[in-house]
T-cell receptor, first 115, second 115 residues
Framework: EAQVTQNPRYLITVTGKKLTVTCSQN?????MSWYRQDPGLGLRQIYY???????DKGDVPEGYKVSRKEKRNFPLILESPSPNQTSLYFC??????????????FGDGTRLSIL | AQKITQTQPGMFVQEKEAVTLDCTYD???????LFWYKQPSSGEMIFLIY??????QNATEGRYSLNFQKARKSANLVISASQLGDSAMYFC????????????FGSGTKLNVKP
């Protein structure tokens, strides 16, 4: 089954304790992206990647890191989490064909609480 | 400036009636895609419909249609014959092909279908 898998689904942690949210897709998609969703703000892009070793900042990259060492994986790293990073996070992937018509496939989301 | 604007935070519609969810966008890119996603209370993001900037006809997918007015930069979603299961959050999104394939989402519209 074609899917984007995020782990963990839920995490409660404390300020300053490094954490990683994993994302893996099995569709051989070139494009992968991370979003955070906050009430009233919709989804905002954190980082995206157009292929292995190619990553770029979205609209809200501060406090986050990513890596793309393999095509299927795109982990999100919070080196020193703070309470303002409490949010619902989505990973998404899509093919990249030079056109604009490819929708993104989303993971089920990770609800992150930073105390 | 906001790339995607959804001016209706919440809407009600009677079951079996049609409803229009508004979306306006801002881009200088000639090649872009417009997407609508549905997010039920369970949280997953479900792709509904796509409209390309070069498409001359309005997109349709079952009960969903997209009223695309390029000169006005609007891409309203029309849901015909509303069902109780249509109650959800709806997000309009845009992909700019030349702008490194960045994705932008609106703040969403919460639709409630009344029996």
């Amino acid at each position: 089954e074609a899917q984007v898998t995020q782990n963990p689904r839920y995490l409660i942690t404390v300020t300053g304790k490094k954490l990683t949210v994993t994302c893996s897709q099995n569709m051989n998609h070139e494009y992968m992206s991370w979003y955070r969703q906050d009430p009233g703000l919709g989804l905002r892009q954190i980082y995206y990647s157009m292929n292995v070793e190619v990553t770029d900042k979205g609209d809200v990259p501060e406090g986050y890191k990513v890596s793309r060492k393999e095509k299927r994986n795109f982990p999100l790293i919070l080196e020193s989490p703070s309470p303002n990073q409490t949010s619902l996070y989505f990973c998404a992937s899509s093919p990249l064909d030079g056109y604009s018509n490819q929708p993104q496939h989303f993971g089920d989301g990770t609800r992150l609480s930073i105390l | 400036a906001q790339k995607i604007t959804q001016t209706q935070p919440g809407m009600f519609v009677q079951e079996k009636e049609a409803v229009t969810l508004d979306c306006t966008y801002d881009t200088s890119d000639q090649s872009y895609g417009l997407f609508w996603y549905k997010q039920p209370s369970s949280g997953e993001m479900i792709f509904l419909i796509y409209q390309g900037s070069y498409d001359e006809q309005n997109a349709t997918e079952g009960r969903y249609s997209l009223n695309f007015q390029k000169a006005r930069k609007s891409a309203n979603l029309v849901i015909s014959a509303s069902q109780l299961g249509d109650s959800a959050m709806y997000f309009c999104a845009m992909r700019e092909v030349r702008n490194f394939n960045k994705f932008y989402f609106g703040s969403g519209t919460k639709l409630n279908v009344k029996p």
